[in-house]
């Protein structure tokens, strides 16, 4: 919880409680002064979110109604300690869900970032909502927010409606909104981003401002993902079973990720015009592509398709058969917690069901090992030994709950971006060897 809506909530808990014990308030004003004060702070200073939503209400019924009136006890403390009960409910989903702060940057430029929407002249590809991260010259002003683009809708992420994360529009990311790039003497590489299903390209905002401040425009894809587009059955995706499970992510590779490799095969066609701001200032023959989930898989099977990409970063995406085949440049695959992990530890990580899960992550990993295998050379496969599949999202710093037991969202969040970055600067930049980073939350197993 911010300041001053931790004041207000806590002022209304001890107004409520002081009513609970038949106190009296023998004015108003005393009143108005105890609850508004901290509110019009925390309006003008913070600004409003739903998750406060019955302390709002109930600061409003408090000053409007008068309690004191009331002669029935037991009714008015039944009332009273209803009341309560709300209040405390929405302080918990306050800070269950947090208008949470970014880490900060360790990079060696300042970041801008720009929100932008494709358009095919010929009409033959869908409209795609892009947005980048790119070196500035910007140093100081007002951080862009997590969620400001009204034509982007969260609706559907993690199977949520829009208005859970109407909170968004109040965290600060660490990029300037801005159109001033560094006129470097060298152009920029260029790192695009795929996203998981049922997610959105906002997902890893803290990765990828952070490659963009190491030297990249880094170019985030929003694939429109929905069920009802593709014709697929929405119990397959919540049965938990294994054949229903397998079909699943079978119809989500055969069906969603040739669209997806077709949104990013498209989007770099179109940011090459001339027209576009940052145009001049990117290396097309120096391109790397990111994906998270099924982004992942839609990263590697693109990376097949275009010859212009130099390298690829799968994390803990599928791997389809076609890529086993024909991957023949430099990879890097990133995975969660191993499914060989005793059956007691998996236990703890809160899994639903945990034959289910290592059932189908040994289903992933034979694609990843037969890709590696193949591409021996080219290929490196690290496991992240504390992290779940959606750790390596911002999840952990929207939903503070949702992170696995034994995963540290910051030094973890550090150590990503920066075997990422390394990987990136290696396999794009050409600047050094990858070097394996030695650490105690790290399996290195090719």
Known sequence: MRLFEFLLFIEVCLVILWLVANRRIRSKSILAVVLLIPFGLHYYLEGIRWQMFFI?????????????????????????????????????????????EFPELVSKYKVGTYDLTLKDARGKHRDVLVKFWFPTTQKEGEYSKY???????????????????????LVETRA????????????????????????TNLDNTALLQEIAGTGYVVMAIDHDFSFERYGLNRSDATTLTFDA??????????????????????????????????????????????????????????????????????IDGPISPESTEEFDRPFLYISS????????????KNLPDVELYQKIKKLELEGVKKLVEKNTLGSHWVRFKNAGHMDFTDIPFLIPIMTTKGYDKQKEHTLKSRVIIDFLNFSVKESHNFIKEKNHSLEWIQ
């Open 56 to 100: 709002y209400a109930i600061s409003l019924l408090v000053l409007v109604v008068n309690i004191n009136r009331w002669r029935n006890t037991i009714f008015r403390k039944v009332i009273l300690l209803t009341v309560l009960l709300c209040v405390l409910v929405s302080g918990a989903v306050g800070i269950l869900i947090p208008v949470f």
């Open 147 to 169: 969620h400001q683009n009204e034509e982007r809708s969260l609706d559907g992420l993690m199977g949520m409606p829009n208005f859970v994360f109407g909170h968004l529009n």
């Open 176 to 199: 300037y909104n801005t159109m001033e790039v560094i006129e470097d003497s060298s152009k920029f590489p260029l790192v695009i981003y795929s996203h998981g299903a049922a997610s």
């Open 245 to 314: 499970q397998k079909k699943f992510i079978q119809d989500l590779v055969q069906k969603v990720v040739p669209n997806q490799v077709n949104d990013v095969l498209f989007s770099l066609q179109n940011i090459k015009s001339k027209d576009f701001f940052l145009a001049d200032h990117i290396n097309f023959e120096q391109v790397a592509l990111i994906g998270h989930s099924l982004g992942g898989t839609t990263a590697t099977v693109a990376g097949v398709e275009s010859q212009s990409v130099k390298s690829v970063i799968n």
């Open 337 to 348: 917690f191993s499914p060989e992990l005793p059956d007691d530890v998996l236990k703890e």
